[in-house]
């Protein structure tokens, strides 16, 4: 697990996460591309939501987490 162990700043984080999220997508033989992943923290700072905008054989999908 690339997380277990380190100390990262949230940038590191979010573009590590970024990295993981792009990499597990794409052995979909559905999606063509990942065309973003975005985080934003919540309103309230503990939760961050994640925002992944990807294109599919069938059409371009917005999906947040």
Known sequence: H?????VMSVQERY???KRVITEC???NPYIVS???????PDN???DVICTV???TIYGEVSVNV
């Open 2 to 6: 690339p997380f277990i162990g380190k």
């Open 15 to 17: 573009s590590e996460l």
């Open 25 to 27: 997508l794409m052995v």
């Open 34 to 40: 990942i065309d973003s992943v975005e985080f934003e």
């Open 44 to 46: 309230h700072g503990n």
């Open 53 to 55: 905008n990807l294109t």
